[in-house]
């Protein structure tokens, strides 16, 4: 027996759904990927994101959270390296000018570099430490892990599917140059927007810690 019940897998599946589905740093640039480069040059990074996240999960669940619970001061240095670097990237989901060849360097994420952003994605922490604290139990740990894993896994791979193929749609809306500058800064405001909640966490536990 692995500890999970029909009826907790079902209750996982159902957050999974709603955490996947659901606005955050990688949904959103994955619309903006398949709005500029298309979904066949955008498979890498679907892959990444959804192969990156189910390792990340993994890891959580085989200790790491742990780990951060014991010295959360590691868990602070890297929610900030992962805002930085989330800002990084709405910079360059700004600055990006076309759909076609491209003169400034625009290329969409690929596959190491989506699976190595999991580690940074805010959103992907606190799924990923909520989902193994709240549906992995005790009994049978590790199999249960993998339980969760494997119901992510397969519930994630379609939601970011569903944000890139309508990023896609809106192609033949953003041909115009001055149109797709204005989606592009569009994209980039609501990726700023999406790391207000772990800017609030942070700045919180740096006056908590003073």
């Not at 749609?169 to 500058?181: E, G, H, N, Q, Y």
Request: hydrophobic share 55%.
């Amino acid at each position: 027996m692995s500890g999970m019940t029909p009826e907790l897998i079902g209750a996982l599946a159902m957050f999974a759904f709603a955490s996947s589905i659901t606005p955050g740093p990688n949904n959103t640039m994955l619309l903006a990927s398949g709005a500029n480069f298309g979904l066949r040059a955008s498979i890498p990074h679907m892959l990444g994101v959804s192969v990156g996240f189910v390792l990340l999960l993994l890891v959580v669940g085989g200790g790491l959270g742990g780990v951060f619970t014991a010295y959360p001061v590691l868990h602070v240095i890297l929610a900030w390296a992962g805002t930085l670097y989330l800002l990084y990237l709405a910079a360059r989901i700004a600055l990006s000018s076309g759909m076609k060849a491209r003169k400034d360097g625009a290329r969409p994420m690929r596959f190491l570099e989506a699976v190595s952003f999991q580690a940074v994605n805010p959103k992907g922490w606190a799924m990923s430490l909520g989902a193994m604290t709240a549906y992995a139990p005790q009994a049978q740990y590790l199999v249960n892990v993998g339980i969760v894993g494997l119901v992510f896994g397969l519930i994630n791979a379609p939601c970011i599917l569903a944000w890139t193929t309508f990023g896609v749609s809106m192609r033949r809306f953003l041909d115009r140059p001055a149109v797709l500058r204005g989606f592009n800064l569009a994209m980039a405001g609501v990726l700023v927007l999406s790391l207000i909640p772990s800017l609030m966490e942070l700045f919180a536990q740096v006056r908590g810690g003073r």
